[in-house]
Every structure is written in structure tokens, then in C-alpha cells.
């Protein structure tokens, strides 16, 4: 069975700072991996997905993550936050069928 | 209105009141989910319909009940429920099930239930 594994509960960066926050999947196949965000009271926003091809995949907002597959890790990055990035943010990993598993997410502070 | 949409918002009830969420999608979209999202756990997938049909039943108690009428519709239908069925409560829809590729799933607001 697949699972996703995010190591930070929760990481504080600085405005205009970098953000990596980190995925680690398991699955026996080739994964597909999405990343949403989920700003307080909302639901779950796409940030960027990955099938196929290029593993630095660009998505909204700025994001892009990297897919690794000797790492098993798709790990999400920004070079510099604003503060509307202040978030709560999941990565998820999906078989070929419907089924996503969702890590426990990382919540991601932003100081001025 | 656009893409998912959730109500109540927020709703409060007692263990022995019967209620129901709803959940509409302007998407076009055949599949719809309902998911359980818990403090620091997880998404918990609940239930799956495609057109229609309910294709995953993930384990849930029976005081938690799914309909589906048409594939822009889907409700929850909560009975006697324990306070640990406190929590937010997501749905999604995607275009539908089985496509790799196209399973991105699309979410509503949620409905942030507390039981008392």
C-alpha cells in the first residue's frame, strides 16, 4: 500500500526567506504525487502535481517541487515567502487508480 | 457558483440528533468523496462515489451515511454520533475514478463539525 510520509510538523521561516518542505513516499510503482495547501478555514488547493517527464515540476504560486525517485522524496520549494504562504501544506501520493494518500502535513509559519 | 461547495460551514449537535452535510460541484465531474480530516492526522477517505455509484466504503461506522443523488450532488447523513467524530469534513470531486492522470481531486471548504 502507498503511504507519504511529511518528517516536519511544522517549520517557521522568515518573509522572502527560501521554504523546502520535505515528502517521502512509498509505493512499489511508479507514484503520482501532488502537493495541496490548505489556508485556515479553506478546503485543499492543487499546488502542483507530477506524472511524468521532467521531475522539476513548476506549479501556482510560485512552488515547485522535485520529484527523486532514488530518494523515494518529492519535496516542495519556494525561494521566497510572502506571507500569504502561511498555510498548511500536504503532499500526496495516488496508485493508477482514484485513491490519494495524504501525508499529516506540514504547517508553515511566516514571520515579518 | 464555482468549484466545490460545502454546508453547513460549521455545525454543532448532540449525540442524539440526526443531521446532514451537503456537498454540490459545478465541475462536471462523475466522481465525488467524502474525507474526515482530524488534528494533526492525515486525511481519512471515507467514501468514493462514481457516477453515482458508491465504489469505496473505507471501514466507516454506520452512524456515518453517504447519498449520492446525481454526480453534482452528495450528502453525509450523521446519526448518533461520538465526540470523536469532531472534526473537518471535506469533500471532492475529480473527473472520475480509474484515469491516471486524471484523478486531481478538487475540494470544497469542509464543514468544521464538533459533537457535543
Known amino acids: 500500500a502507498q503511504s507519504v510520509t511529511q518528517p516536519d510538523i511544522h517549520i517557521t521561516v522568515s518573509e522572502g526567506a527560501s521554504l523546502e518542505l520535505r515528502c517521502n513516499y512509498s509505493?512499489?510503482?511508479?507514484?503520482?504525487l501532488f502537493w495541496y495547501v490548505q489556508s485556515p478555514g479553506q478546503g485543499l488547493q492543487l499546488l502542483l502535481k507530477y506524472f511524468s517527464g521532467d521531475t522539476l515540476v513548476q506549479g501556482i504560486k510560485g512552488f515547485e517541487a522535485e520529484f527523486k525517485r532514488s530518494q523515494s522524496s518529492f519535496n516542495l520549494r519556494k525561494p521566497s515567502v510572502h506571507w500569504s504562504d502561511a498555510a498548511e501544506y500536504f503532499c500526496?501520493?495516488?496508485?493508477?487508480?482514484?485513491?490519494?494518500?495524504f501525508g499529516a502535513g506540514t504547517t508553515v509559519t511566516v514571520r515579518a | 457558483e464555482t468549484g466545490v461547495t460545502q454546508t453547513p460551514r460549521h455545525l454543532v449537535m448532540g449525540m442524539t440528533n440526526k443531521k446532514s452535510l451537503k456537498c454540490e460541484q459545478h465541475l462536471g465531474h462523475n466522481a465525488m468523496y467524502w474525507y474526515k480530516q482530524s488534528a494533526k492526522k492525515p486525511l481519512e477517505l471515507m467514501f468514493v462515489y462514481n457516477f453515482k455509484e458508491q465504489t469505496e466504503n473505507n471501514s466507516v461506522p454506520s452512524r456515518f451515511s453517504p447519498e449520492c443523488p446525481n454526480s453534482s450532488h452528495l450528502f453525509l447523513h450523521l446519526h448518533t454520533l461520538q465526540p470523536e467524530d469532531s472534526a473537518l469534513y471535506l469533500c471532492?470531486?475529480?473527473?472520475?475514478?480509474?484515469?491516471?492522470?486524471?484523478?486531481?481531486?478538487?475540494f470544497g471548504p469542509g464543514t468544521r463539525l464538533t459533537v457535543l
Open positions: 500526496a501520493v495516488s496508485s493508477n487508480d482514484y485513491k490519494l494518500s
Open positions: 509505493y512499489g510503482a511508479t507514484p503520482y
Open positions: 471532492a470531486s475529480s473527473q472520475e475514478m480509474g484515469l491516471a492522470g486524471r484523478n486531481e481531486q478538487f
